[in-house]
């Protein structure tokens, strides 16, 4: 793990920081690659993933550039937010360079009114060539995708479909899931409001939870995304071990 908690935090159906103590922390860049190296040394990994909600893109470099110069020779992948840092292939030539063999991206939606609605603080425009720029490095992508939030109209739906097929050979995998009311999220404290006191929300919705969205939508990038294995095999042709800061164990699959 390379930090704890999100250095974003502001997503408006999100909870995780309720998991931490509310402080971003990250692990030093040379700490964290003293234990690559053991690892590396020790049980012979030389893939590995970091399992962070999300590592910040100046955090990356310095992290890229280290493992460059030292010449560890591993593979790794991790999850992002969607920043700009992405469009700019020499930064994605330099995460290959260094071992990046796979991102995960929360885009969630494609639709820019539910990306603002979810506070997601970016701008669709900028995920075609985020997903360009990852790809032509020799990074494979999987995009996390998330239905019937509150404010999605089959409009809204159908325009997630349409960002995914428009980038279908961007995208090796994707996961879908269906929008939960978290206790302790943003969203969760506005829908409170709404319930005692009507017209007091500044969002103003309704939880909908009688759609087949999620179905739907997993059926037709099923049927239309080509199937890519680049992740797969990576993660059956190398050692892999999970770390946790606060442990002392180390958990090999």
Request: with cysteine; proline share 2%.
């Amino acid at each position: 793990i390379f930090s704890r908690n999100c250095y974003w935090n502001k997503c408006s159906f999100c909870d995780i920081c309720h998991g931490y103590d509310n402080a971003y922390r990250i692990k030093g860049i040379k700490k964290l690659i003293q234990e690559i190296a053991h690892l590396k040394n020790k049980y012979g990994v030389n893939y590995f993933r970091f399992v962070d909600e999300a590592i910040h893109p100046i955090h990356l470099k310095e992290f890229s550039n280290e493992l460059i110069k030292l010449n560890l020779n591993i593979k790794w992948e991790t999850a992002c937010r969607v920043e700009k840092e992405f469009k700019n292939p020499d930064f994605c030539n330099l995460l290959y360079k260094s071992g990046c063999r796979s991102l995960s991206f929360g885009v969630e939606s494609g639709s820019q009114k539910v990306i603002d609605l979810m506070n997601k603080g970016y701008d669709l425009k900028d995920v075609d060539k985020i997903l360009n720029s990852v790809n032509n490095a020799g990074i494979s992508t999987h995009i996390y995708l998330m239905t019937d939030f509150p404010g999605e109209s089959d409009k809204e739906f159908q325009e997630t479909i349409n960002l995914m097929l428009k980038n279908k050979e961007f995208i090796q995998s994707f996961q879908v899931s269906k929008f939960m009311l978290t206790k302790k999220s943003i969203l969760s404290k506005e829908y409170s409001k709404q319930k005692s006191d009507p017209g007091s929300s500044s969002l103003n919705f309704e939880i909908n939870n009688n759609t087949d969205r999620p179905k739907s939508l997993k059926q037709t990038l099923k049927e239309n995304l080509p199937h890519h294995k680049v992740g797969q095999e990576l993660i059956s042709s190398h050692r892999m071990i999970f770390t946790d800061m606060n442990s002392n164990r180390f958990c090999e699959y």
